[in-house]
């Protein structure tokens, strides 16, 4: 008895059906690096277009949770497929590593007293601390897949970027842009210095509401005598600071009598505020508009001290009584209105958050226990109208999560209003993706205040300043500055706090306000926003292999308030230009409910615990089925339905591979011409998959190159054409044209599915490329992305080819109801009857080999019924005996004398070539 198995040409490939990637990437990588893979793809686009992603740098002091994952593979798909596409894309990664979260790490985790060391010292341990975990997160960004200049990254505290970020504030000073001055800015007492807008957030809180009454002493002919104004706060610490009361000049104001008092507030708010303060007998017995209320002076509660009345537009009637306590050294509205009407400045909050001795009868104690404290002191002088408890959003320390104040002191600002309208100008100019980037960081620019650059820290970057001792003038000019940068770029930073000053600074200068020799130096350092927003200049002006401005910026949406803003403030403010072309920014990631991620709620996703248990493939396939520029979810669920997918991509690769274990690229390929229509019609849907993922790639839509990719594999190839083509694989003769035909379809789906997905899944993608024959470039990374094929496109046969499949859903639909009622068992024991409309019949007559596509033993068509698309179909058992070879049934089988197990197709392919073969 003959074995016609040996006759088949069944798929043969070492490609291995399991990944077993949590293994397997590590040694692959571990091979890219060896072999220089990052900098063979530069070389071979040496000289070609420029494409730039500059690395927005994270904070260098934790592991990686998934949301800087996300962030780097986004990162990594584009500059991959930029590398494919032809573009000279090198990714230097960067770290951030100045502040206040490292210089608190050396405190507690370290347990070192930072007053107990000098500062050089305690600066080399936060160095240190800084590269320990700037060398963590690298191994586990190269874990990722994430290709790039790991051995030479940029990092901020290095000597070289140092210098440039001292030359860019010099920049600035020169320009006229930085200044000192006394302003009420964020203050958090919890981390004892000056914060951005930045490094705030907002949680509730719980606060005392209090109605304060202030007694009238200069009635401006206006008000009768014993008249107090009424005034609500949220704050009742900043009361000792109060130098005035706002008011709206368009509102009216009514004297309200309750009987033993005059109270005077906006009219509108009586009854709201009656209420409140729990009087029900009153009556209004004047009423004024504001403006008519100019030159009404109070006086402080409890201090010999007048609070004058004045104008300001910030006064609404959405809560509180229409008169708002003003304390300039604690409100930044508060500040411009003291600044307008010269009421001075007072803030007796010391750095720690205490009271000092302008705050008398309050000295030493806490901001937040002044609340407690004020109250019973307004209670007793009989100025406490009312004491309720609120709970409202409230700005917090991003680090401390404590609740921060406004304080007035002497800083160091960059003077937005000198380039807000430049940076406006030049946001239009840039790309925004998504769209309502733009509008969004437009409207940051167009109200942000100026920004406060200094921070009374030691680890950072020095402010280059040296002060008169004579006159305390600030000393800096284009000298000192350069002075200071070459320095720095041979020491470091640490030379600021190594030397004195007379080593600082070049010979000869003297003050240019009063003419002293000598100076001292600044002890302030600069915002890490400054840091991180120099990067434009310290690595794409200084490294060689880049250019300014950059063609992407890419993070998370929270840089809107962050990187974009600080990097696009010193551009312009330097260069009048925005240091980037474009600007990409994703959303954060969410547990498969919706819900923020948290250790306290258990549901963090640990990118490191994935990659142990599915491999980095999976987690960059996840990246790419996310819609990312919004909030999205993660959870191992969604994750085991993205292994599963991979599977699916995994198997049609083993397919593709298996499949061609015998077919030569160079001397087996079958032009195009040659083919069958279907072999035809597949190349054009190829051709149309590489159209759609390019538009992808090229709009960062990494879900359109996911879902196009996935369904072309799954649905078009699996559920079609290899399971029709299987048959012919398998069953013709080895080198008829047919099957060569077939083999060259196979090998450019190959090769172009492997290019499409390598900037997707690279380890995959990699090992996939090892197993295609023919000549080829060491790595797919060294390739060049697919490009649509204009001449095989065929408008009118893909159109009559989509029409076919959508006829043949029908038929294999008839073919799973005769399965369910056990008409039958496999399609291939199946007789197809067809009845057509018209036009399917026109059609169905234009495509051969209905059998085939139908994947079942006989098709009978019956004459045209009606004038329609449809078709009926009937299923029944075919006639015939079953083929040993090819298992269709057949009439034929029996027919061959030497093949009586063979039908008519497979008996002449044994016969003519496997005349070995023992029957």
């Given amino acids: 008895m003959a074995d016609y198995s040996k006759t088949l040409q069944l798929p043969k490939t070492a490609f291995p059906m399991r990944g077993n990637l949590p293994n397997k990437e590590p040694e692959r990588q571990k091979r890219w690096k060896e072999e220089k893979i990052y900098q063979q793809v530069l070389q071979k686009r040496q000289g070609a277009p420029k494409f730039i992603l500059h690395d927005g740098p994270p904070y260098a002091n934790g592991d990686l949770h998934i949301g800087h994952a996300l962030n780097k593979i986004l990162k990594d798909f584009i500059v991959r497929y930029k590398s494919l596409a032809g573009f000279d894309a090198p990714y230097i990664p960067g770290w951030d590593t100045h502040g206040l979260p490292i210089e608190h790490a ?11 060391v000098d500062i050089p010292t305690f600066r080399d341990l936060c160095t240190d601390y800084a590269l320990s975990f700037v060398e963590r997160q690298k191994s586990q960004f190269e874990r990722l897949g994430v290709r790039g200049d790991w051995e030479n990254p940029y990092i901020t505290l290095k000597p070289e ?5 001292i030359r860019l504030f010099g920049d600035m000073m020169a320009k006229g842009h930085i200044y000192r001055g006394m302003k009420a800015i964020y203050w958090s007492p ?3 210095t000056a914060l951005a807008e930045a490094e705030i957030e907002y949680h509730d809180k719980r606060s005392a509401s209090i109605y304060v009454a202030f007694p009238v002493v200069e009635t401006a002919g206006v008000f009768p005598e014993g008249s107090e104004v009424v005034i609500w706060t949220t704050t009742p ?3 000792p600071a109060n130098l005035g009361i706002a008011l709206n000049e368009n509102f009216s104001y009514s004297l309200v009598e309750t009987g033993d008092r005059k109270l005077v507030l906006a009219t509108d708010l009586v009854p709201s505020v009656m209420k409140t303060i729990e009087v029900e007998d009153y009556k209004i017995t004047d009423s004024w508009q504001g403006k008519e209320l100019a030159g009404v002076v109070c006086r402080h509660p409890f201090y010999d001290r007048k609070s004058p009345l004045v104008f300001g537009d910030h006064v609404t009637l959405d809560a509180g009584t229409g008169f708002v306590h003003t304390a300039p050294g604690h409100g930044e509205d508060d500040f411009w209105l003291g600044k307008k009407y010269n009421l001075g400045v007072l803030s007796p909050i010391d750095g720690k958050g205490k009271y000092t001795d302008q705050a008398p009868g309050f000295e030493g104690i806490y901001y937040e226990d002044g609340n407690k404290k004020v109250t019973e002191k307004l209670e007793e002088v009989g100025a406490l109208l009312k004491l309720t408890f609120i709970t409202h959003s409230y700005p917090h320390d991003w680090r401390t999560k404590k609740p921060i104040i406004y304080r007035a002191t002497e800083q160091w600002f960059a003077s937005i209003d000198g380039f807000r309208e430049e940076m406006l100008e030049q946001i239009k100019q840039v790309k925004w993706t998504p769209e309502w980037g733009e509008v969004r960081l437009s409207n940051m620019i167009a109200d942000r205040g100026d920004w406060c650059i200094s921070r009374q820290r030691v680890w950072g970057v020095p402010l280059p300043i040296f002060y008169c001792t004579s006159c305390n003038h600030p000393h800096i000019n284009e000298e000192t500055i350069e002075f200071i940068a070459e320095l720095f770029a041979r020491e470091g930073s640490n030379a600021w706090y190594k030397k004195d000053v007379a080593e600082l600074m070049p010979e000869g200068h003297v003050c240019e306000q009063c003419g002293g020799k000598e100076f001292v130096k600044e002890t302030d350092t600069m915002d890490v926003w400054f840091d991180s927003g120099s990067s434009h200049r310290a690595v794409l002006t200084q490294r060689e292999e880049t250019v300014w401005p950059a063609d992407l910026y890419l993070e998370g949406s929270d840089q809107y308030r962050g990187w974009f803003n600080s990097s696009l403030s010193t551009a312009v403010a330097t260069t009048g230009r925005a240091p980037y072309k474009g600007v990409l920014s994703h959303g954060f990631t969410l547990d498969g409910e919706g819900r923020k991620m948290s250790k306290s709620l258990g549901n963090v996703i640990d990118p490191a615990k994935v990659m142990k248990q599915y491999g980095a493939d999976i987690l960059r396939l996840w990246v790419a089925s996310s819609d990312y520029q919004a909030d999205f979810r993660v959870s191992d669920e969604i994750l085991k339905q993205i292994a599963e997918v991979y599977r699916k991509l995994r198997n049609t690769f083993r397919f593709l591979l298996g499949n061609l274990a ?18 035809k019609y597949v190349l054009i849907k190829l051709q149309s998959l ?7 790639y090229e709009k960062y839509d990494f879900n359109q190159v996911y879902t196009n990719i996935h369904q072309f594999c799954t649905v078009f190839l699996s559920q079609f054409y290899l399971d029709v083509r299987k048959d012919r694989l398998y069953v013709e003769a080895p080198n008829s044209v047919p099957r060569r035909a077939t083999q060259t379809v196979l090998h450019e789906l190959l090769v172009t599915l492997v290019k499409l997905l390598a900037p997707i899944i690279p380890h995959t993608a990699d090992e996939v490329w090892e197993y295609v024959a023919g000549e080829k470039e060491a790595s797919v990374e060294l390739t060049d992305f697919p490009v649509v094929q204009e001449d095989r496109l065929d408008t009118a046969l893909e ?19 005769a399965r369910a009622a056990k008409t039958i068992g496999n399609s291939l024991v199946a007789k197809v009857e067809i009845t057509p409309g018209f036009e399917a019949a026109t059609l169905l007559n234009q495509i051969p080999e209905l059998k085939d596509l139908f994947i079942v033993s006989d098709v ?11 078709i009926e179909v009937k299923v029944t058992a075919a006639s015939g005996e079953k083929c040993e070879r090819c298992w269709v049934i057949s009439p034929s089988v029996g027919q061959n004398e030497h093949h009586p197990t063979l039908c008519d197709r497979c008996a002449p392919i044994v016969e003519e070539n496997f005349q070995d073969l023992e029957v």
Avoid at 690 to 696: A, I, L, M
């Fill in 860 to 870: 009978e068509m019956n004459p045209v019924s009606g004038d329609v698309e449809t």
């Fill in 237 to 239: 610490w900043t009361i």
């Fill in 799 to 817: 159109k009559k080819w989509d029409q076919f499949l959508t006829l043949r859903d029908t038929v294999l639909k008839a073919l799973e109801e």
């Fill in 161 to 165: 970027y140092e210098a440039e970020q």
């Fill in 106 to 116: 050396i405190v507690t985790k370290k347990k070192v007293d930072r007053r107990s």
């Fill in 190 to 192: 919890s981390s004892e």
């Fill in 690 to 696: 590489v159209d759609r993922v390019t538009k992808g």
């Fill in 662 to 679: 015998d077919f030569d690229p160079r001397a087996q390929r079958v032009a195009v011409d040659q083919m069958d229509e279907l072999e």
